[in-house]
């Protein structure tokens, strides 16, 4: 069995970034200005809408603004995703709110 390399955060950032249609080079670092990219605000926008159904996240326009760098954006995501409950975090409270129901269940 062949084990999947999953992309980081990092790696995704750059290929959405490097398929935008306005950048203009070949390849992408954190430390890059989003506007030596090509990238304004509409195109930032844009981007934003592509990583937040990629990473299934919601970005404020506020966060969105304050894009300078790609760091900026790699960053962002990485703090939405490590906020994330887990999959075990989900569980539990799923049981937790199950338990509850057939507590009160019971009550009547």
């Known amino acids: 069995m062949t084990n999947i390399v999953k992309p980081t955060v990092t790696e995704i950032v750059y290929d959405h ?15 890059m200005s989003l506007d030596k990219l090509n990238i304004d605000s509409l195109e930032k926008i844009s ?11 919601d970005v ?12 900026d954006i790699i960053d962002l995501i990485q703090l939405k995703l490590a906020a994330q409950p887990s999959v ?13 129901l057939e507590l009160e269940a019971g009550d009547h």
């Open 17 to 31: 970034i490097l398929n935008n249609q306005a950048v203009v080079v070949d390849t992408v670092d954190a430390s």
């Open 47 to 57: 981007l934003a809408m592509d990583l937040e159904e990629h990473f299934e996240i």
């Open 60 to 71: 404020s326009d506020q966060q969105i603004e304050a894009f300078v760098t790609v760091a």
């Open 88 to 100: 075990e975090e989900l569980a539990e409270i799923q049981r937790s709110d199950i338990a509850q």
